[in-house]
């Protein structure tokens, strides 16, 4: 068996690499139910796997327990877990399937009420 020699900085490199592979990155999120034909937005550190929550019913008593046919339907990165809040908070504030939907439609809606809610 040869082994190979690996110098500091490619090992840095790796370390990077595998760093930004599995840091898991504020989001707040839309999701939506055909069935319901329902919006809910929530916030998390890991969209793919929340999903997963949602549809199979993991938060017994919440609202998406009540479906679970859940689409991605806008997801927004945030650079802290707290602008991920203050967004979720801003969007359920409005109240509004068409301003949920005009989210989607007009992204400059999105970059407007991120900086609304950033710090």
Same mark, same amino acid.
């Given at each position: 068996m040869v082994?190979?020699?690996?110098?500091p900085?490619?090992?840095?490199?790796?370390?990077l690499?595998?760093?930004?592979k599995?840091r898991?990155m @504020?989001?707040?999120?839309?999701?939506?139910? @055909?069935?319901?034909?329902?919006y809910?937005?929530?916030?998390?550190?890991?969209?793919?796997?929340?999903?997963?929550?949602?549809?199979? #019913?993991?938060?017994?008593s919440?609202?998406t327990?009540k479906?679970?046919d859940?689409?991605?339907?806008?997801?927004?990165?945030t650079e802290t877990?707290?602008?991920?809040?203050?967004?979720?908070?801003?969007? #359920?504030?409005?109240?509004?399937r068409v301003?949920?939907?005009?989210?989607k439609?007009? @992204?400059?809606?999105?970059?407007?009420?991120?900086?609304?809610?950033?710090?």
């Amino acid at each position: 068996m040869v082994r190979a020699h690996v110098g500091p900085q490619i090992k840095a490199a790796l370390g990077l690499l595998f760093y930004i592979k599995t840091r898991s990155m @504020p989001f707040c999120y839309i999701i939506y139910s @055909p069935q319901l034909d329902s919006y809910y937005t929530g916030s998390c550190a890991n969209f793919d796997l929340r999903l997963k929550a949602h549809n199979s #019913k993991k938060y017994a008593s919440s609202y998406t327990s009540k479906s679970d046919d859940w689409k991605r339907f806008l997801v927004i990165q945030t650079e802290t877990n707290n602008h991920a809040l203050r967004l979720e908070r801003k969007i #359920k504030q409005m109240k509004s399937r068409v301003f949920i939907e005009n989210l989607k439609k007009y @992204p400059e809606l999105v970059d407007k009420i991120k900086k609304q809610t950033s710090i």
